[in-house]
C-alpha cells in the first residue's frame, strides 16, 4: 500500500474480531514503531506487547473497571483484540541523554523532566503509536489509540514496568469486525486546509 493510501484509509478500528495476528506481521508492526523519530536518538521508549489470552485479561482488569467491562457490545468488540501495546516512556532516560556531552548547548540540558517545556518522552511516544496505526493499516489490520481508563501508574506497576515510567495510553490492533459504532468522525467533519492552515502567518 503507498503511504498516501494508509494515511487516507486510518481510521480508529473500536470492534475486532478475535482472530490471532501472526507473530511476524505484529513484529513487523512494532518495528514500524521502532523506526519513529526520537528526540537526540534517546529511543527511551519500551513497548509491551501483550497477547496472550491470560495477559490481555490482565491488561483490561489494570486498565478498566467492571462496570466498563460490563458495558455491552462496545466494550467486548475492543476487548476481543488480540493484541495491545502499550508504549512506556522513560523521561529520566531523555533527561540523561540531554546531559550527555553532545547535548551539553541544548537548552534542556540539565533541566529535571518536570522543567521540560516539551516532554520529548511524550512525543516520543505518541510518534511510536502514529507508526504503528500507520503500519497496521498498510497491513490490513485495524488499530485504536485509547486512554487508560484507570491510572497510568496503577497499570505501569501491573505490568511490571520500573518505577517513573510514564504511559499515554494504549493501542489495540487485530482484524476489524466490521460492526464500529457510530464515533466523533461521523457528526464532525474534518477541518479543511483553509481552516487548519495559516499561510505565512496566522
Ligand atoms: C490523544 C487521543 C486519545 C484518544 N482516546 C480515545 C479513547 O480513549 N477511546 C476511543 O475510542 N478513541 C480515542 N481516540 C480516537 C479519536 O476519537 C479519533 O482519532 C478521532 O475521532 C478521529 O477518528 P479517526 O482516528 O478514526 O480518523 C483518541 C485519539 C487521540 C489522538
Same mark, same amino acid.
Given at each position: 500500500m503507498e503511504l498516501a493510501d494508509a494515511i487516507a484509509r486510518r481510521k480508529m478500528t473500536r470492534s475486532f474480531s478475535p482472530e490471532p495476528v501472526a507473530p511476524e506481521l505484529l513484529e513487523e508492526l512494532l518495528s514500524a514503531a521502532g523506526r519513529a523519530p526520537s528526540a537526540g536518538f534517546t529511543q527511551g521508549v519500551d513497548l509491551v506487547a501483550i497477547t496472550t489470552g491470560e495477559a490481555r485479561v490482565h491488561f483490561w482488569e489494570l486498565a478498566t473497571d467492571e462496570a466498563w467491562r460490563s458495558g455491552g457490545a462496545r466494550a467486548s468488540g475492543l476487548m476481543a483484540a488480540p493484541a495491545i501495546v502499550v508504549p512506556v516512556a522513560d523521561p529520566g532516560a531523555y533527561v540523561r541523554r540531554y546531559a550527555e556531552q553532545d547535548k551539553g +548547548? &541544548? &537548552?534542556? &540540558? @540539565?533541566? /529535571? +523532566? &518536570?522543567?521540560? =517545556? /516539551? =516532554?520529548y518522552w511524550i512525543v516520543d511516544a505518541s510518534f511510536m503509536v502514529m507508526q504503528l496505526l500507520l503500519a497496521a493499516t498498510d497491513a490490513g489490520l485495524g488499530a485504536l489509540f485509547f486512554r487508560l481508563h484507570a491510572e497510568a501508574g496503577v497499570v505501569l506497576e501491573g505490568l511490571g514496568a520500573p518505577a517513573g515510567r510514564v504511559a499515554i495510553g494504549a493501542v489495540a490492533i487485530g482484524r =476489524? +469486525? @466490521?460492526d464500529d459504532a457510530r464515533t466523533s468522525p461521523a457528526t464532525r467533519k474534518r477541518r479543511g486546509l483553509d481552516d487548519l492552515v495559516h499561510l505565512q502567518r496566522w
Amino acid at each position: 500500500m503507498e503511504l498516501a493510501d494508509a494515511i487516507a484509509r486510518r481510521k480508529m478500528t473500536r470492534s475486532f474480531s478475535p482472530e490471532p495476528v501472526a507473530p511476524e506481521l505484529l513484529e513487523e508492526l512494532l518495528s514500524a514503531a521502532g523506526r519513529a523519530p526520537s528526540a537526540g536518538f534517546t529511543q527511551g521508549v519500551d513497548l509491551v506487547a501483550i497477547t496472550t489470552g491470560e495477559a490481555r485479561v490482565h491488561f483490561w482488569e489494570l486498565a478498566t473497571d467492571e462496570a466498563w467491562r460490563s458495558g455491552g457490545a462496545r466494550a467486548s468488540g475492543l476487548m476481543a483484540a488480540p493484541a495491545i501495546v502499550v508504549p512506556v516512556a522513560d523521561p529520566g532516560a531523555y533527561v540523561r541523554r540531554y546531559a550527555e556531552q553532545d547535548k551539553g +548547548a &541544548s &537548552s534542556l &540540558s @540539565g533541566r /529535571v +523532566a &518536570s522543567e521540560w =517545556p /516539551v =516532554p520529548y518522552w511524550i512525543v516520543d511516544a505518541s510518534f511510536m503509536v502514529m507508526q504503528l496505526l500507520l503500519a497496521a493499516t498498510d497491513a490490513g489490520l485495524g488499530a485504536l489509540f485509547f486512554r487508560l481508563h484507570a491510572e497510568a501508574g496503577v497499570v505501569l506497576e501491573g505490568l511490571g514496568a520500573p518505577a517513573g515510567r510514564v504511559a499515554i495510553g494504549a493501542v489495540a490492533i487485530g482484524r =476489524p +469486525a @466490521g460492526d464500529d459504532a457510530r464515533t466523533s468522525p461521523a457528526t464532525r467533519k474534518r477541518r479543511g486546509l483553509d481552516d487548519l492552515v495559516h499561510l505565512q502567518r496566522w
